[in-house]
């Protein structure tokens, strides 16, 4: 363990699975409760879902059979204009497919020691990845460390004994439908169709016999061990006797993988094979040697950046004194930014499997809220805010494997229902790709018919090649994918009766508007939040098709397209305008910011560049209220850092951080009424838990302290002046550059800024405090500053 190690420790073993550590490899997920008499690892796979390859075809065929298309697209936006709501509101229900599908929990792994004793607490390491357990047990001390490697594959559980040996069952069992178990490995069966708990009229879960059009839903895991004791497998269960170590190694393989990284579909016998060579193949290398492996692994990507508030870092941190307790705010915001960092790197790894979804990769619910699916019109992209400034830009990558599989599905969606070139997605997928609207027949619009999924996601694809300057990434993956989008949007247009161009239907996720009727509606023209995406597509695209060197019609569209675009309004009361004409929001506090988008994270409004509409976005914010989900807060917290409100950033953040009291389990009603906060664990609950409120949190505090939009890299923009000392080291910024900062007593002490990546020669700002300076990096070099942005030197750095 490193002398900068931070770990969060619990006194006992978790109670339930909101008190459990997580741990995971990007593939594999783990859920670590601990316990002596009955310990249990809740395991995950993050390409177990519901459903197949075929669901998204078989849905758009259903939707077009009811007979939603072009045609009927034309007269939805005829009664919009002629604002008669009730026919638009049955038009677009045509358009509703049935729902995504669900992502699944796999496997428990159960561990019984004999013998009585105390348990003496356990800790997650948050920069390694090790979940240490320390026991006493009729006067001997047991340590049992649990980490997920990504080099191995595997879900890893070593056991030490000192002065004596232990006996010890292990288990693997399932909740899905179990086809085959020997005690070493467990077969299963995955549902071909799993329905929302918002969908109580169709049934929860539907198996087949079988393969679905040559799909097989069906997994393995498969359990191996190495020990000094002896083994036997009795009854299904793994019984080791008189052991004073022991290695126990989990791996998986399954039909959903396959898929996911576009192999021929293997046969029963042939997942069952691989998974058991795997585990053999992780077990014989040894604890010590898969351990080193993992650390060096996960070492190496997470030690690349490095924040502290305050002056607490490294240490061990009991959760609910330390952390939860509220006594010390800056170790909080520390952790909260180490936590955000590990759980992306625990979900999300190129080569590991889909993307972390509204739960990570982290689910043990049948029938999980919202499906644990993947929600597009904020929470999948929030998980990623903080990717690329966080050091972790290589996990950006399983998120552009789910965009290119919407693309596909997407396009005939586009061309069939739409009649219109290229792809689009709307507010919910899955694994497969679904890219239809969802609420079959019955879901209100504000949130089913919503066609700027797509269009939000392939801002990432921009973000990433800010960051990397890679133009490789650029060309082949980025472009076809952006092009592809605005394709679509290029045709979704339409003229409006001043010559500008609208988006209709037009909804604001998934907020409602009081009609000039008094009525409540949700489908409009132009809302705000499609103008700024469309708006940020089009002059990405642009900009892309420049550094390519490309020469492409559609470019020309753009271009013709871009100046004609709605521009941002204002309200009469000078907040910016949410939907394309004045209305009353239906409530007032709503949880989501859609129509400040453009403040964050599309940077087309600033204090400097666009004062009036930063004003009118922080009049906008006054209005919202405060928090009262993680997601939510996040986004608020995030505005308030880009428009360099530090006080109201800060005390929205610890309302975020205010451990819940309430029952995780219940789910709070969507509109905010009920406020969440972090869990035992840390996680980020509304409730329902959702990993999107630490992915968004950690975003949240880095976006504080350093900001790199508008081409400027903007030091410590919005730092609460309770936040008097701190440092942070190797925060990624837009241009291929990192930064390591020092403050003390609330103002700079020192500043480098190094160059990562490309090599232009072109100028980079930095502004602090009002002070704004030009200077010069070239590749392997940093400029460092005083604290007054003085320039000290420019030296060479190997970087």
Partial sequence: M???????????????????????????????????????????????????????????????????????????????????????????????????????????????????????????????????????????????????????????????????????????????????????????????????????????????????????????????????????????????????????????????????????????????????????????????????????????????????IGARRSGTFDVAADVLSGKDEQLTATV?????????????????GPPPNLQGIWNQELSPPWSSNYTININTEMNYWGAEQAGLGECHDPLFGLIERLSEAGGPVARQLYGARGWLAHHNTDMWGWALP????????????????????????????EFSQDLEFLGDRAWPLMRGCAEFCLDWLVDGADGLLDTIPSTSPENLFVSRAGTIESLSVSTAMDMALIRALFTRCLAAAELLGIEDPVCAEISAALPRLRPPGLTADGRLLEWGADHVEQDPQHRHMSHLVAVHPLDQIDPDRTPELAEAALATLDRRGPGAMGWSWSWKITLRARLRDAAVARELLLEAVQPFSGDPLLSAPPEGTEWGGLLPNLFSTHPPFQMDGNYGLMAAVVEMLVQSHGGVIRVLPALPVEWPDGAVRGVRCRGGLAVDLVWRAGRLSTLSIHRLHGDDGSPVWVDYSGRRKEIRVVRGSAVDFGGELEVRSLSERGF
């Fill in 2 to 308: 490193s002398s900068r190690d931070l770990k969060l420790a619990w006194p006992q073993p978790a109670d339930s699975w909101f008190e459990a550590a997580p741990v995971g490899n990007g593939r594999l997920g783990a859920m670590v409760f601990g316990g002596v008499r009955l310990g249990r690892w809740q395991i995950n796979d993050s390409s177990v879902w519901s459903g197949s390859p075929s669901s998204p075809s078989e849905g758009l065929a259903a939707v077009l059979g009811a007979g939603a298309g072009p045609e009927r697209l034309a007269e939805l936006r005829e009664a919009i204009r002629a604002e008669d709501y009730r026919r638009a509101d049955s038009l677009a229900m045509l358009f509703e497919g049935r729902y995504s599908q669900e992502y699944l929990p796999f496997v428990d792994l159960w561990m019984s020691l004999d013998g009585d004793g105390g348990y003496q607490g356990r800790t997650l390491n948050l920069d390694s990845g090790v979940v240490a357990e320390e026991i006493e047990l009729d006067g001997r001390r047991i340590v049992r460390r649990t980490w997920a490697s990504r080099p191995a594959g595997a879900l890893c559980v070593a056991v030490d004994v000192a002065e004596g040996s232990v006996d010890i069952d292990l288990e693997l069992t399932s909740e899905l439908r179990v086809v085959r178990r020997t005690g070493l490995s467990l077969a299963v069966e995955m549902p071909i169709d799993g329905a929302p708990t918002h969908e109580p009229s169709a049934p929860p879960h539907l198996y087949s016999d079988g393969p679905v059009d040559g799909y097989d839903p069906f997994g393995v895991a498969a359990m191996a061990v190495d020990t000094d004791g002896d083994v036997r497998v009795v009854d299904g269960v793994v019984r080791v006797a008189g052991a004073s170590r022991l290695l126990v190694v989990v791996t998986s393989s399954t039909c959903g993988a396959d898929f996911w990284s576009r192999n021929s579909p293997a046969s029963r016998d042939e997942h069952l094979r691989r998974a058991s060579q795997n585990a053999q193949a992780a077990v014989t290398r040894g604890a010590d040697e898969l351990l080193r492996e993992h650390e060096a692994d996960l070492r190496g990507l997470l030690g690349g950046m490095e924040l502290t």
């Fill in 336 to 352: 909260i930014v180490q936590l955000g960092r590990y759980l992306l790197a625990s979900a999300s790894r190129p080569g590991g």
């Fill in 438 to 465: 969802v609420g079959m027949g019955h879901g209100n619009p504000s949130w089913a018919l919503w066609m700027m999924g797509g269009v939000w996601l392939t801002q990432h694809l921009w973000d990433h090649f």
